[in-house]
């Protein structure tokens, strides 16, 4: 494993391919957990890949699209930083990774779990740099989200996106996050209709159980496509 930071804030930890031109995969999340990610994924049988984790994130800065008020009481605002961040993430963090990998990637993608899955699928306006995400458990209740994706158009068309939701995830008082399952399977339409191959999977329990059990199911599902 090799690691690095960026600005003194991000840190990196990539576990390289065995074997060259192999996909990259970029995650973006709360804990360094790579390797046993990178380990189980291998046990299970998908293909090799070069996996990059980035921790460190200031989640209502970096991951969130746009300005949006608080969901939660006594939470934080979300400040609308996933421009500046995905700037960051493919100018630095991307080209010093790959300096670490034999040979160009054959694809990249990037995945994560809650509002990182909703910086996967908006990168995917914003950057041809990913040509495959995966979105678990994302907060796609992220107030303009689905407006957004129904109104604009992917730098390019992504080959595969991978979404997933647990079945009690929707079952809450708070009016916002009521929404998630429904905008979730807007979203899924929106890339079927576009010709994208896309998964939708139901998980069992609410939005707190599994998270790196649904992050390898969903990085196994990008790999084996």
């Not at 500046?84 to 990998?101: M, N």
Request: overall charge negative; aromatic content about 10%; hydrophobic content about 35%.
């Amino acid at each position: 494993m090799k690691a690095f930071s960026i600005h003194d804030k991000y840190s990196v930890h990539l576990i390289p391919a065995s074997a060259p031109e192999a996909p990259v995969i970029y995650l973006n999340s709360v804990s360094e957990e790579a390797q046993e990610i990178y380990d189980t994924l291998r046990h299970l049988g998908c293909p090799d890949l070069s996996l990059v984790s980035v921790t460190g994130l200031c989640w209502n800065r970096d991951l969130s699209p746009w300005e949006s008020p608080a969901v939660f009481r006594n939470g934080e605002a979300f400040e609308g930083g996933a421009d500046q961040y995905l700037g960051i993430l493919t100018k630095e963090i991307l080209p010093e990774a790959e300096k670490h990998v034999m040979g160009p990637p054959s694809w990249r993608g990037i995945a994560g779990y809650s509002l990182a899955g909703l910086f996967a699928l908006y990168s995917l306006f914003r950057t041809d740099a990913f040509s495959r995400a995966a979105s678990m458990s994302g907060s796609l209740w992220y107030p303009g989200f689905t407006e957004y994706v129904r109104s604009n158009t992917p730098s390019s068309r992504p080959d595969c996106v991978y979404l997933s939701i647990g079945d009690k995830e929707s079952r809450t008082k708070n009016p916002v996050l009521q929404t998630v399952l429904k905008d979730t399977e807007d979203i899924r339409d929106h890339f079927l209709k576009m010709g994208t191959d896309t998964r939708f999977q139901m998980e069992a329990g609410n939005h707190f159980v599994n998270e790196k059990e649904r992050i390898i199911s969903g990085l196994c599902w990008l790999l084996k496509r």
